[in-house]
């Protein structure tokens, strides 16, 4: 594809040849000659000079580079844009393969395509343009709506509700059993039936072997275009707001909400029935053990604010010298205090 | 169903009319008219007073609530089987789905349900009333007790014995090979046939996508009545006591002992080859480095008793003034220093 | 088998009678009467003196054994080769089982086992001696190498390459889609497609629910005899070295490189874009938060070289202590310099 095409696509601004043929794209330490690369982390930015790619996506107003550029207000979503243009998906193949198991009373929208050995329960109803690669398993009455894909081995349990536009990458499980047990005195648990459901809105993405609890009673609910990773976890009962993305093996206990716009970067914990506001940052490793205002930063375990703990673990690195000069203070002052009342008598 | 019906039933004291139509259960913040909910944590006391709910099980002794009342010894256990009261469960289907692939000399027992693609291998032995859901696998020789349910995707690897009324949830991995690998000169690792099993005792419910690994010799075993979270990993050669509970992302390194009636919260780590003893709470992200007495609640990475831990936190939040008050103590310390010498000349 | 004969075999010193019958191996506790066992772990040397093996692997030069000894140059890997004369592994049976659908232009090596409801997708390429165990799934087009194991409910998807002799656990998710998202000023996540593979080297073992992510362009690469424990979380775009080894839970964000010959424990965390050298050791939870020099073992959370975070967390259990004797220091120098002032005068 001519450079000159990619950037009238991509909205850019050129800088350099029209007609540079461009056969790929690449991160910045792979691509070579003929391929497109960017850089939008300013940490990377020393790379440009270096880079052997045929061209390069920049933003506007960044230092010139000495390949041909494409100048964006975005460099990141313009690559993204420009994988789009050499990406050639798998194409599902349409229909119902028949080792698909489906049960009586299920309902799917048109141009679906069921994999090999997916099991749908009775009474599930799937909307349009459905892509459910082999090895899923739906349980009975689930309802999910338009442009579902399920990858291989993930599960959605019984009466759980999925929205619009809905991606479960492989493994993920929606809707098992919440961990709900109540200690008798016996020390023998008791089962609580988990009888709610989750509720996935639309244009979530669920990551690989992630577990997301269905609730007690009600529901846990994951809010529209939230994106979790792979190996989180989801107690029974939470609620996530909108668009707000956990990094992976983040695990949240039961009952805790959190808010919209929040980011918990990979293995944060978060303990139950706390509140963790929108906009809240969660650096990774994070224990959050109360309530977050919104809007805060914060790490630790337990959560400190971020700057807070930032100090605290650089001045960790000089903690023996500074355990050390408090025991050689204690020695001067009593040196000291001899001295005095030597001097005083 | 009548709130007096309700009443006997759970054998609770009634506060309230016994006419009350109540059509089913709810969070103490959902709960509409016409619907049961409870209060167990001291900490949601205060929700009872405005509550919209239609009538509310609570603590024998507790303050009186504005709404119908239900007294119980245990609210949470009484909600529990309230749960029960209102809850269809799923109805498993009976008999062999004929995608299923069930191989030679597999015993089943009576009322069983075995799911779509469900595969179960040569000299398996599973006793009554099983619910196999699609897509799991049991290996060759596995041993199987009764009332065993088994969620979709989950696997049993080959010869391990399975007690009565075990749950399975989706995706849990029972006796997966052991992380052993004996490093040799060259820096290339040997792997060591874990030639054990896993026994998981009766009573037993593992969450979804945990494993437990086999023993390399010998077993992994979970002990009566024990608890097991999603996402957590049980390393070879574990034994773990009755009636102890993990929260989800818990993992523990190899050959280390649990005893009975320990809770380890939420991202706890334990190393390999400690004893950890009955009784033991360990707070979420606790990492436990050593082995632990009986009756410890231990909290910290690496952990540290539970109150100094806490102690130690509440100081970390004012660690750089404190640094900071050090510097200036030596500099007073200093000066005192210099004028003492200048005195005592 | 005769003691003897296992001497021979796995090349050891006898001390003790040839003609000793040995039924089986066990660990060190659980080893009785006609068993063989091992002490590798210094730890356990104690317990030799009061072992009731059958006789007992030890390394050369140790302690006299109160029972027939076999002296090795590693007792562990002889151990490991013990097991192996007693171990009957379970033989796959062959062919393509009839429920597994191969889609067309599929290309099996010679000497297959595919279990029940596998599902191979279209283009997909296998070497010999393959054992593909029931519900495993393999998307379109991906190529593998000689004797690949692949456990129930394991995944590998569209485009990933996979080396010789490589074993995947149960539930193992091979090139699920990064986690790429956009975000945008409206702070809806624009999903970044990720093009790119996962390819495994020669001799790598992936673990039970275990996920390695496809790259966004380009390669997400472990090394050849890497070994990576179970609900282990990698990145897209991460690059493992050969020989590596990392315990259960390990996460490690994208873009991150890691050497040879590393050792990563349970539930280390590493953030994106770093460089971990050769030979590094991270202790179990470690928080990784900059790039690693080769060679350095290092603990906590962020990460302290290991030597000042064992001092660290010792001094941290007198740290009230350490506070409380910092505020007497300042009562006293306060007294002290009144005292002085007082004199002065």
């Known amino acids: 594809m001519r450079l000159g095409t990619i950037a009238e696509t991509l909205r850019c601004e050129l800088k350099g040849p029209a007609d540079l043929e461009i056969t790929g794209v690449a991160g910045i330490d792979e691509a070579g000659p003929g391929q497109l690369t960017f850089v939008a982390n300013p940490k990377y930015a020393p790379k440009v000079k270096t880079t052997r790619a045929g061209a390069i996506i920049l933003k506007k107003g960044a ?17 993204a844009r420009a994988i789009e243009l050499f990406y050639r998906p798998p194409t599902p193949t349409p229909g119902i393969h028949p080792t698909a198991s489906i049960a009586h009373r299920v309902q799917l929208g048109e141009n679906h395509s069921i994999g090999a050995n997916v099991a749908i329960g009775a009474g599930v ?22 442009d579902f894909q399920a990858h291989s081995n993930s599960v959605v349990r019984e009466h759980c509700r999925i929205g619009n536009r809905v991606v479960l990458q492989n493994g993920a499980v929606i809707g098992a059993d919440g961990f709900g047990f109540a200690p008798q005195p016996s020390g023998i648990y008791y089962k609580i039936i988990q009888s709610g459901i989750v509720v996935l809105e639309d244009d979530v993405e669920i990551g690989a072997n992630t577990c997301i609890d269905r609730a007690t009673v009600g529901e846990t609910r994951i809010g529209k275009g939230t994106k979790l990773d792979n190996l989180v976890q989801i107690g029974h009962g939470c609620r996530i707001g ?9 695990g949240l206990a039961g009952s805790t909400h959190v808010g919209s716009r929040v980011f918990l970067a990979g293995q944060v914990g978060a303990a139950g029935h706390l509140e963790i506001g929108d906009g809240v940052i969660a650096i990774a490793q994070t224990g959050i053990a109360r309530s977050v205002e919104p809007g805060k930063i914060i790490s630790g375990s337990p959560e400190l604010e971020f700057n807070l703990w930032k100090k605290n673990s650089m001045l960790m690195q000089k903690f023996p010298e500074f355990v050390q000069s408090v025991k050689q203070l204690k020695k001067e002052v009593e040196e000291l205090r001899a001295k005095v009342e030597k001097t005083g008598t």
Chains 1, 2, 3 share one sequence.
């Open 63 to 79: 230092a010139e580079a000495p390949v041909p550029a494409l100048l964006a207000d975005d460099p990141y979503v313009t690559f």
């Open 125 to 146: 109803r799937i909307g349009r343009n459905c892509v459910i690669h082999p090895n899923v398993t739906i349980y009975p009455f689930v309802e999910i709506g338009d």
């Open 242 to 250: 909108e668009n707000t993305a956990m990094a992976a093996q983040v």
